[in-house]
């Protein structure tokens, strides 16, 4: 069965730092791969997605991330973070009809 | 833009109470999630249900849990006999389709379990 780890339960960087939120994934087949983000009292917000194709994959809000098989990792990274990405990140992988995602990684950004 | 809709925002229970927590998917999706998140622990899967069937399900989806789309509208999670370690922010979602389509979610149930 599929599953997640992502390294760091918290990261803290300053405002205008890189951010890099780390993803490590295990999967029996070509995964399919999710960041999420959470913010305070609400949902589940898709960041970004890898299925398959291009290994680069960009998404909302400057947010990209990058599918390296030999690692079988999917970190995401944010060159220059905002005060308004603090929120609780989820790393997701998909082999068939569920998701299972990561513990989270929660992000504060220090002005 | 279309969304996930999830009602009661919260809801309050006694311990061996029935609850039913309702979800409208995006009405052209085919496939249905539910999720649970503990206070401060990661988000589980619960189970998926496509075709009018559960197509999977986790360890933790037991006897007590079951799902349902009465309508074409309405997808429901009952838990029978809730007991305390019930109490998380359950989450549906749905899909267009397997896999290589994003789950929207709902914004969430809170249950509390008293």
């Not at chain 2, 999720?35 to 007590?64: A, P």
């Not at chain 2, 509208?73 to 998380?88: G, H, Q, V």
Request: aromatic residues 12%; charged residues 20%; negative net charge.
């Amino acid at each position: 069965a599929q599953s997640v780890t992502q390294l760091g339960s918290h990261v803290s960087v300053s405002e205008g730092a890189l951010v890099l939120l780390r993803c490590n994934y295990s999967s029996s087949v070509p995964p399919y791969l999710f960041w999420y983000v959470q913010y305070p009292n609400q949902g589940l917000q898709l960041l970004l997605k890898y299925t398959t194709g291009a290994t680069l994959v960009k998404g909302i809000n400057g947010f990209e991330a990058e599918f390296k098989k030999s690692e079988t990792s999917f970190h995401l990274t944010k060159p220059s973070a905002h005060m308004s990405d603090a929120a609780e990140y989820f790393c997701a992988v998909s082999e068939a009809y569920d998701m299972r995602f990561g513990a989270g990684t929660r992000l504060t950004v220090k002005p | 833009e279309p969304e996930v809709t999830q009602t009661p925002s919260h809801q309050v229970t006694q311990m061996g109470q029935e609850v039913i927590l309702r979800c409208v998917p995006i009405s052209n999706h085919l496939y249905f999630y539910w999720y649970r998140q503990i206070l401060g622990q990661k988000v589980e899967f619960l189970v998926s249900f496509y075709n009018n069937e559960i197509s999977e399900k986790s360890e933790i989806f037991d006897d007590q849990f079951s799902v349902e789309r009465p309508d074409g509208s309405n997808f429901t999670l009952k838990i029978r006999s809730t007991k305390l370690e019930d109490s998380a922010m359950y989450f549906c979602a749905s899909s267009g389709q397997a896999r290589n389509t994003e789950a929207f979610f709902g914004q969430g149930t809170r249950l509390t379990v008293v």
